[in-house]
Structures are given as structure tokens and as C-alpha cells.
């Protein structure tokens, strides 16, 4: 055995003494938030209906699952007045929440700085801090929305500098407008590093006198992916006119001295000449005006009718179904083409409508949402560490991962293959094998009167966490389980496992 030196001793205590000091403080926030509301109430509702309760509903689809104690507040308030508040996020104290995901330094540092940081850190970090805002935030519209944006704009922290820059364009693209324009949206996008880096935009220009070639790449995904879709009746030509646009936006590279990572505008890489998009012409610009070029595109995809069925549609599809009824998506397309983009005014068309009402139980939940909502129904108690987050990898939804430039599907044939470590992780936390997940069973016990002693009912925890009465079949699969359960003599361990076999179950699997 090798003998420790008197440095190796000092590292080693230092190592743990940093360890336990991060223990120490993961503790008292958990402590904390519990305080500031993060903890089973004394009652919660429990469904008493066959058919899945309007409340537990709405909170499945725009929020991410209910919390222990949504859904009697989201009745107290009324659906509209919940929806509003839930609109206005800034007026939510989060307070719990940002006292678990305000720690990660690196998630509100510059692109440039952000170079100061190892990539582990960086990717552990931003999905650290993407999931505990999912599970904790009493924003919850507002973190789907950031989900959904994510997707629909999506980066892969893989290609090249990408995961130096998705921070910044996490706060300040996705998250800075994802209740907001449109518009906005798209052209905080285009230029954001992140974007600039992943689709090679970066790498688009034409230099005077050069016989240089425009990077399509972009162009094409922001017609085919974030504006008008692929069906949306451009052409190849609307692609290379849509690329000129583009030329000369750039980025300080990694070794500059100032400003590193910083975006900026090359006008000597920009082709100034005539552009005609979708029909309409731009023109030729002097060469210090051809930042214009780029306003001017963004004008034309984000007004053009084919972008607001396309983001309509993507949004119904989303919040409703795959195949969401037709009524539906032309209404919210009358409504973006009128609100000019307006992002809360589509939420509330599609959110308050009677065929998202009658879409109860239609979505397969992707593994980011059965995650989360299994969290959030048994109010966990979690700083998502690496064993928590590798669930994520195994059931293949990694936080910024997707490789293509479309996002995570969603559709539900892509994650029937998952479907196995869905049932391991639901059998793993409720045994207390996930490392940093802990569960308040004997609150929950008390608030459901579901899981104590002998009484234990399959019912009442069918209607917790399902938002409704079991079925005749679920109740009779869960009564034959905690027999096998029974005749093995273990009576805590049917109490966890009768919960886990609830949270596998088809229906919780859905939304």
C-alpha cells in the first residue's frame, strides 16, 4: 500500500471537509424551503370522480405535475385566476425554489467568461439547475414554456463551443422571452452565440471580392424549424436569399483579448446586394447599414402566415394533442396573427379551451415530465445530483442533448424502448436507492390517509396521484401485488412498493 504524504493527507481532509460543508448547506435549504412551503400540507386532494378532476388537469399539462397542495389552491382561485397569475411570473415569490437553483455560478456568467469553467461543470451545472426549476418553481407555466422553447430552438451541447454559450442563451433567449413576442424571441436567437455556434452561423459571410459561398445552415432550420415549418412553402432560393441576410454576424473567438465570446457584426463580411425573400424585396444596403438585412428578414418570416399555423400548431400539439382538433389550432392561428405573436394570449386561448378540457389523460409523458412529476407528486426532497440526472441519460431525455437541430419528439413510439428503467426508477426512489432523493412517506401517509398500517387503500392513493378514482382493473392489479407483497412479510416495503407500481402504471404514465 502506498503511504500517504503529509500534502496528500491535507488534500484529502481538505476534500471532504469541502464535502461536508456542501452537505451542511444542502441541508439547510432543504430545511428552509420546507419553511417557505415546500412540504406536505395537512390534507391534499384526493379525487373522489371517475373521470380525471379539471384541476389535477391543468396542472398536469401547464405546469409540470401537481405539487402536494395545487390542486385545492388552483380550485380556491378559479382556473382563470390561476392561468393569470401564473402569466404574470414575476409576481410569483419563488423564494424556495431560488434558494436550491440560484447556486450554480456558472449558469449566470457571460459567454466569454463562462471559458473559466471545465465542461463537466458547466453541463452538471445547467442541468442541475434546469431540472430543480422544473420540480420546485411555483412558475411553473413558465418553466414548460421553457421547456418547450428549449426544444423548439434546440442546441446540443456537444458541438464545438455550444456548452460555453447555451447558459447565457438559456437566460437570455429562452427564459428572458419565453412568455413574451414572438418575435423577439426568434431574433434574440438568431444572434445568440449558442445558435451562432450550433447551426454554423458563426461561419456565414461573404467577403468583398471573394468568390464566397453563404452557410445555409442556419437559414434553413429558421424556415424549416423556428418560423414557418416545412411545409411552409419556401424555397431553396428563400434559403440562399435568407443566408445572404445573414452574412457577417460572428463571435470574438476564445483567444481574443477583449471580449471573447461576444457577438458582433462584421460588415465586411456581409452581402449588401438585393435579397427577395418569400416574394419581398430587400434592399441593397450601403455596407454600414446591413445589420438592417437581418431586422428585415426576421420581419418577414415571424409576419408570415405560415409561421403562425406553425407555432400554433407545434403549441396545440404540445399542450392538448398529437393530432390536435382543427377548431382549435385555427383559432389560436387567428389569434397570433392578430395578437402579432403575443405568447400569453395564445396560452390562454389554448388553455382555457374546451378541447383541452376534453383532452384529459391523451399524452405520453417524455422522461423529463415523468421525472419531474413523479418528484412533484411525492414532494422529493433533492439538490439533482449525478445519480438522480443519470436517470435522465438512461431514459433518454439528457437536459441539451438532442443532436439534431428539431428537439426532443413528441411523439410517443420514440421512448417506448425506456420504458423498463421508468419502472426501475419508480421502484428506486420509493426504496430510498436514489442517492440524494428523499421522500416524506409519513407526511404524505398523514396528508392522504393513504399509507398507514393495515388500512393501507389502493384507492386513495390511485386518486392522489392519478386525479381520479382507479378503474376497476388498476384497483384489482394493485390489491393482487400487495398480496404477493403480503405473503413475503414485509409490511413497509408494501407500502413503498404499492406507490411505485402506481407511478409505473399506465395512467400515471400519462397526461
Known amino acids: 500500500m502506498k503511504k500517504l504524504s503529509r500534502r496528500d493527507s491535507l488534500k484529502g ?25 415546500q412540504d406536505f400540507p395537512d390534507t391534499v386532494f384526493v379525487a373522489e370522480s371517475n373521470d380525471i378532476d379539471d384541476a389535477y388537469h391543468l396542472l398536469n399539462r401547464a405546469a409540470y405535475g401537481p405539487w402536494p397542495g395545487d390542486v385545492s389552491y388552483l380550485k380556491s382561485m378559479g382556473t382563470q385566476a390561476w392561468l393569470e397569475q401564473q402569466l404574470q ?127 445555409e445552415n442556419y437559414a434553413r432550420e429558421l424556415m424549416e424549424l423556428h418560423t414557418m415549418g416545412v411545409h411552409g412553402g419556401y424555397t431553396q432560393k428563400d434559403v440562399s436569399e435568407a443566408a445572404r441576410c445573414l452574412t457577417g454576424w460572428t463571435i470574438k473567438k476564445k483567444k481574443a483579448f477583449l471580449n471573447r465570446g461576444t457577438v458582433y457584426f462584421n460588415p465586411g463580411h456581409h452581402d449588401d446586394g438585393e435579397k427577395v425573400i418569400l416574394g419581398k424585396t430587400i434592399p441593397e444596403r450601403e455596407t454600414h447599414d446591413g445589420e438592417k438585412d437581418l431586422e428585415d428578414l426576421i420581419d418577414i418570416v415571424c409576419e408570415h402566415p405560415a409561421t403562425a399555423r406553425y407555432i400554433s400548431l407545434k403549441l396545440c400539439r404540445r399542450f392538448v394533442s398529437y393530432d390536435p382538433p382543427e377548431t382549435l389550432v385555427s383559432r389560436v392561428t387567428e389569434d397570433f396573427i392578430k395578437s402579432k405573436g403575443d405568447i400569453k394570449t395564445l396560452l390562454r386561448t389554448i388553455l382555457l379551451s374546451e378541447e383541452f378540457n376534453q383532452s384529459k389523460g391523451q399524452r405520453f409523458k417524455r422522461p423529463f415530465r415523468y421525472i419531474v412529476s413523479t418528484l412533484r407528486a411525492l414532494g422529493a426532497d433533492t439538490h439533482a445530483h449525478k445519480p438522480l440526472i443519470e436517470y435522465f441519460n438512461r431514459m433518454g431525455q439528457t437536459p441539451f442533448s438532442h443532436p439534431t437541430p428539431d428537439g426532443y419528439p413528441e411523439e410517443e413510439t420514440p421512448w417506448m424502448g425506456t420504458l423498463l428503467w421508468r419502472w426501475n426508477f419508480a421502484f428506486g426512489i420509493v426504496n430510498n436507492e436514489i442517492p440524494d432523493v428523499k421522500l416524506p412517506l409519513g407526511k404524505m401517509a398523514k396528508s392522504t390517509n393513504a399509507l398507514s398500517g393495515k388500512d393501507l387503500s389502493a384507492e386513495t392513493i390511485a386518486a392522489y396521484l392519478l386525479g381520479r378514482q382507479a378503474t376497476e382493473n388498476e384497483t384489482a392489479a394493485i390489491e393482487e401485488y400487495r398480496k404477493e407483497l403480503e405473503n413475503g412479510n414485509e409490511h413497509p416495503k408494501q407500502q413503498a412498493e404499492l406507490l411505485a407500481v402506481l407511478m409505473a402504471s399506465p395512467a400515471f404514465q400519462r397526461c
Open 13 to 37: 481532509a481538505a476534500l471532504a471537509g469541502s464535502t461536508l460543508a456542501l452537505a451542511s448547506c444542502e441541508k439547510m435549504i432543504s430545511s428552509a424551503s420546507r419553511r417557505f412551503g
Open 89 to 215: 411570473p414575476e409576481t410569483i415569490d419563488d423564494l424556495a425554489c431560488e434558494s436550491r437553483a440560484r447556486r450554480f455560478e456558472s449558469v449566470f456568467f457571460k459567454p466569454g467568461n463562462a471559458y473559466e469553467f471545465k465542461e463537466n461543470v458547466l453541463r452538471e451545472e445547467l442541468s442541475r439547475h434546469t431540472l430543480l426549476r422544473a420540480i420546485y418553481s411555483k412558475r411553473q407555466l413558465f418553466e414548460v414554456m421553457v421547456g418547450f422553447w428549449t426544444d423548439h430552438l434546440n442546441i446540443d451541447l456537444g458541438k464545438g463551443d455550444c456548452i460555453y454559450f447555451k447558459p447565457w442563451d438559456d437566460l437570455n433567449v429562452v427564459r428572458k422571452h419565453a412568455l413574451g413576442n414572438f418575435r423577439d424571441l426568434i431574433r434574440a436567437s438568431v444572434i445568440s452565440p449558442a445558435m451562432l455556434v450550433y447551426l454554423d452561423g458563426k461561419e456565414n459571410r461573404k467577403r468583398k471580392g471573394t468568390d464566397d459561398v453563404p452557410n
